[in-house]
């Protein structure tokens, strides 16, 4: 039987040997580490470069839709149609892709909406929203979407649009002025623009490019005009709903018009 003080030298060897084995898998644990953080670094690397080659390529080769406007016809509000009377004017839209991808699926919106009672078009961009971005995806198999069509470089498309609000809209839109020129004016008289209304015309083109996913338009071009007859100190964009408001143009303001 080994003695009491070779006991106590066994537990010191078996006590450094653990210790050794300790230090030499800490050892191990560090260099692992410090492998696998320079290979995810490397990695990390490699995917920001792929990304941003991608990005680049996706720039570079990508459409940029641009969309001009001219009215062909004047606002009229005496057109009698299935859905009822209705204020409509029709303008030729200008549709080109001057960048240097094709645009697929590419498909456009625009409308005349009157203004909000304080002059504002609060409620013009939020129905250009609306349509826009419940058409920025869609699915490629159904047959019941706008699938929109393809649009080539240099290559601009021309067409006429008739639009324009039902009647019923204008007129609300004139009891909405009304009201609110009366509280403006209580007490002084009726106001001159009793009975008057002003419009705006938004709209939007939204596309593709063939490096993204189907089923997703994920670029648009915005655009905002003020309808108004051109004056000295600016426009005047006021009109008596009745007959044909010949004297409009479309006029752009700095913050109507987007794109990305």
Known sequence: ????????????????????????????????????????????AATSAADTAHAALVLGQRPWIRIKHRIVKPLNFEFVGAAGSAATMTVEDIIENVGNGVALNVVSWEDVIPLDPNMSTTSARDRRDQWCNANKRFDPKSSTVLNGYSLFPKDPLIQDSGIGPLMSTVRQAVENNMKNMSFLHKGSGPSPLSGKVAFAMVGCVVYRSPLDPDGTRPYMTGFLYHLGEPEQAGI??????????????????PDGDFAY
Request: with cysteine; charged share 20%; hydrophobic share 40%.
């Open 236 to 253: 005047q964009p006021f009109v008596t709903p009745k007959g044909t408001a010949d004297k409009l143009q479309l006029v752009k303001f």
């Open 1 to 44: 039987m080994p003695s009491e003080n070779q006991k106590h030298w066994l537990d010191y060897v078996t006590f450094g040997l653990e210790l050794l084995g300790l230090l030499v898998l800490g050892i191990y644990a560090s260099y692992t580490i410090k492998i696998y953080c320079a290979n995810k670094q490397a990695a990390d």
